[in-house]
């Protein structure tokens, strides 16, 4: 059997890798960074405690890791298209359907950014990205201002906050949440036109109250 070329390890040293991360949203998540040991990852993802150790030194390095991909996803919401009511329609569903698929990242995220003893590591990947979530804020203000807003800086800061409390409730409601309805309510509150079709499929009428599931999240 020959060996395998430079490009298949390649690939399955980043598989590897991928896999621990994976893992690691999965563990923070659940137990929270200071409960969360490697093993715990080592065991979630299937490989070696060595193996880990060769990609990611220390646990901080992981976090370090996973919240740069984070704040990196949350500035790739803005990546829309037409005209301006379009490209905020984008937005609100993209962030919202962002949040109902990534729930354990919102989850992990704020765990690292609410904790006083994992706050710093949050801080200091908000510094790494800086540019980008100014981008944001910029790219917010020219919306808003194209809508014809009085104030485009206040308009970007409470959409921020809408969709940060709606991902709150998502992660703490989990699918009782009733996440289409209230992706309908901010479309009509924005004057937007009424959706065509359901961002997320869910059941019209969940059966009993909403009961708390998991920690909440929030972002800049």
Do not use: C, W
Not at 80 to 100: F, N, Q, S, W, Y
Not at 123 to 131: F, L, T, V, W
Not at 155 to 180: C, F, N, Q, W
């Amino acid at each position: 059997m020959s060996p395998r070329s430079a490009r298949a390890n390649a690939q399955l040293r980043e598989a590897s890798r991928e896999r621990i991360l994976t893992a690691a949203v999965d563990v923070l998540a659940g137990k929270g960074f200071h409960q969360a040991t490697v093993s715990d990852i080592t065991e979630q993802a299937g490989v070696s405690r060595g193996l880990i150790s060769y990609y990611f030194p220390t646990k901080h390095a992981l976090a370090d890791e996973l919240l740069d991909r984070y704040l990196e996803g949350v500035h790739q919401l803005l990546d829309a298209e037409g005209t301006p009511d379009e490209r905020l329609a984008a937005v609100i569903d993209r962030a919202l359907l962002t949040a109902h698929r990534t729930r354990h990242v919102q989850q992990m995220a704020l765990g690292l950014m609410i904790d006083p003893g994992t706050h710093p590591l949050y801080a200091a990947a908000e510094a790494r990205k800086d540019r980008l979530l100014t981008e944001l804020e910029e790219r917010l203000h020219e919306l808003f201002r194209a809508r014809g807003a009085e104030d485009p800086d206040l308009e970007g800061v409470m959409l921020r906050s809408l969709l940060e409390g709606v991902t709150v409730k998502l992660v703490i409601y989990a699918d009782r949440y009733p996440l289409e309805a209230v992706r309908r309510r901010i479309h009509a509150m924005y004057q937007l036109p009424r959706p065509q079709d359901d961002l997320i499929e869910q059941d019209p009428q969940p059966a009993g109250p909403m009961r708390a599931t998991a920690a909440p999240r929030a972002s800049r």
